[in-house]
């Protein structure tokens, strides 16, 4: 495939392969993430055989937590970047083919969201419905992450509009419906993808910003921001707690940029 | 032109009303009674948050009754502190202020003049490695970098603070110099932390809005006729691509909120994404939503100023 | 006397499958106070020609051939200072498109007088009233308002004249013009004409002036070289080109002018059309569409050949006295 032309896009593939694989394998090869085996005697234990990454203060393994998280991380943030896309571009597709009046709704509309900052509005949910389940906030997390991808995709939409294969079909009778599946998403598709690519790196970020503020995913879960949370405490006396997801974060939300890049730049028609 | 700051200024109020109405329907989407926590306050205060902040009551009134007490100010009373809501904000809106304004000029100041010097050197090795470093740098998560920062300026070498806005051990009278040092002293690692996460957006788009625009006609004529490198750089590519950057800000400034939010509470800075952190764990509906509807209002008035900047830069704009 | 001596100037960009060069060879001379025209269709690399001679060509083109020489400078070589010194200077640009051409953020009297201030011949402050006084010098109407107007604010011929006012601020020995015209209204394109030999004959310059249309030509140039494909083709006085065309070439631009004299009759134009630089013919460039061809044409690459007093021709119909 084009997108892992580059040395740099296949590095990146291989990190969030490696983290996947890792929370495939880690219920059979690892202890469990849940499990308090000694609450006092093996709290904030430093790396060892038995514990790779060492413990936490409730003496959980932290590798297994990390491979855990990492699955958490990396599915919340894949399904976020999709329901936004999906939002973004559908609204983006309508307004655009819908035009005039409607078209300036949509679109005020999307500006107006887009003002409330994002963090914000799901810490604004979350003060309102303390007990928010996980797949709420992934349908938050979607749904406060559109805007700039329906930007997008109205105005490569409208630009399509304009061009001749466009304005013989309507001449011809499609409909709008036929219009937007047929004709304009096809050539909005790169655009999407590469928002839905760009788009998991932000959403786990968030996520991991959240969870550090305890308002996302929620204990006894795992979560790499958590994580970093619990570990603030004890810096000093045990750095790798908030270490290694931090860094274990970084890699995965460098690598989703890094794929969103190589999507983008194997759509971009000037390096085709 | 006041025509026009009349107009903008409209459009900015519509925005921001078509937000806060937006949130006002997602709360009631959402199940169970954000006032529950209220229930032990005394019956009055419950009755001035039921009209400010009920969900009972049609959409529209409690609209008419927020915006009404918005401009009053009276928003009700926290749960958490039982102190007016409008207090809190004056009292934490400050620290915001302060953190957000010092990044938002020093993350433009180092994108015009660094992606300025990129763009004359596209393509080359400092070019490349530079960008990668901001680009990692914007991948960090900016509470675990504000973590690594602490841990290294304040816990291993001990010379800057961990947290917080001052001192709590400053004497009572120390001067106003003293005072302003010890602030900038606090100011510091946060303002480091998100200055290094988010510089990358505006310099990437300056960037290359230099590049093409040392493409451009304008530039070689510029070129043709004597002008010097340095001068063809700044005053006819860079000052040309100024706009971009301007049209960028609506995008950059709730990236900047967002990211505050998390800063300050790593840092303790108690401003306003501090204030809305611990109203989330202190089901302090109130004043979570108070936050809320004013990040939103510097959102929209920020790119109100970035508007009516690019209107004065750009004399194209104008026509 | 010789100002300006360009020879064998080349210019080569990248392409797939090998360089190609869209000046290829070009030799030209201007004398003081004279105007040259050089002649072509798009894509004879005339433009390419003027650029080169400044070290303005756009990347990723390079000037990798010939000499430019300036009376006792050669200009090619130069870099840094010293060809800051020679751009506007020594040798003024006007280029073809007035509104693309003038940055659209600043003033056009700050725009007039960067040249001044540039070469440092004056002040900020001097600078300003010269600008003034040039952009009066062009025929722009009211030019202390003007001064201080923005380009997109100005009408066409206009911003065509703050190109020139621009071009000549520093007080240049030569003048190249790229195409002063073509983006103008046909009304406004004569007076710009006009203007631009008004200033050759009191400021005593020397006018390089490049187009594709040969009206412009006839009243205005003393002497012509005619492009094609990379290469001069025919060089001689205007009056001798006009009535004793050599080349086919040539021959065949003027007979696809449209004429008001005479019985009207059917335009002529060159059959086929310009082949792309990859896609040049090896000998003669123009042998497939010349309608007087032979054998040696497809054989041998024609040098320039004399065809007349100052008149030269790069046909090997000289050889058989044509």
Known sequence: MKVLATPGARVAAGTLAAFALLAAIAPWVLPDPYAIPDAIGGRLLGPSLSHPLGTDALSRDLLARLARGGAVSLQVGLMAALIATALGGAIGLTAASVGGGWDTVLMRTTDGLASVPRAFAILFAAAAWPTMPLWALILLLGVTGWYAVARIARGEAVRLMQTDALLAARALGAGRVRVIFRHLLPNVAGQLAVATALGVGEAMLLEAGLSFLGAGVRPPVPSWGSMIHDGKDVLLTAPWATLAPGLALTCAVLAANRIGDAVRDAFDPRTR | ?319 | MTLLDVRDLRVAFPAPNGAVHPVDGVSFALARGETLALVGESGCGKSLTALALLQLIPRPGRLTGGTVRLGDVEVSSLQGEALRAIRGRRIGMVFQDPLTSLNPVLTVGDQVAEGLVAHGMATRTEAAKRAVELLKEVGVADAEERARAYPHQLSGGMRQRVGIAIALAAEPEILIADEPTTALDVTVQAQILELIDTLRRTRGMAVLLITHDLGVVAGRADRVAVMYAGQIVEQAATADLFARPSHPYTRGLLASVPRIEGTLTRLAPIPGSVPPPAQWPPACRFEPRCGERFAKCAAERPPLLTAGTAHESRCWLMERGR
Do not use: K, N
């Open chain 2, 1 to 319: 032109m006041s025509r026009w700051l009349l107009r903008r200024a409209a459009q900015g109020a519509l925005t921001w009303g078509i937000a806060a109405t937006a949130l006002f329907l997602l709360v009631r989407l959402l199940p169970g009674d954000p006032l529950a926590s209220a229930a032990d306050l005394p019956p009055e205060t419950r009755d001035s948050l039921a009209r400010l902040y009920g969900l009972d009551q049609p959409l529209l009134t409690q609209l008419h009754h927020f915006v009404r007490g918005l401009l009053h100010g009276d928003l009700g009373v926290s749960i958490l502190h039982g102190r007016p809501v409008t207090e809190l904000i004056r009292d934490h809106l400050p620290p915001t202020l302060l953190l957000g304004a010092s990044v938002l000029v020093a993350d433009l100041a180092i994108a015009l003049w660094l992606g300025t010097r990129l763009a004359a050197r596209a393509g080359s090795v400092t070019d490349r490695w530079t960008m990668r470093a901001l680009l990692t740098a914007h991948g960090l998560p900016p509470f675990w970098l504000g973590l690594l920062l602490v841990w290294l300026f304040a816990l291993v070498w001990r010379i800057l603070p961990a947290g917080g806005i001052t001192d709590p051990m400053l004497h009572a009278d120390t001067g106003l110099l003293a005072r302003a040092v010890d602030v900038a002293r606090h100011l510091f690692l946060p303002w480091l932390t998100l200055t290094l996460t988010g510089v990358v957006v505006p310099l990437r788009h300056h960037r290359e809005a230099v590049i093409e625009a040392l493409d451009a006609d304008w530039v070689r004529s510029a070129r043709a006729r004597g002008v010097p490198e340095g001068e063809v750089l700044t005053r006819h590519a860079s000052r040309a691509a100024l706009t971009p950057i301007l049209m960028v800000a609506g995008l950059w400034l709730p990236m900047i909120l967002t990211g505050a939010v998390l800063v300050e509470t790593t840092f303790a800075w108690p401003g306003l994404g501090w204030l809305m952190a611990e109203s989330v764990g202190g089901r302090d509906y109130p004043v979570a939503t108070a936050c809320v509807l004013l990040g939103t209002a510097a959102v929209v008035f920020g790119s109100f100023v970035a508007d009516l900047a690019q209107r004065l830069l750009d004399p194209r704009v104008a026509e």
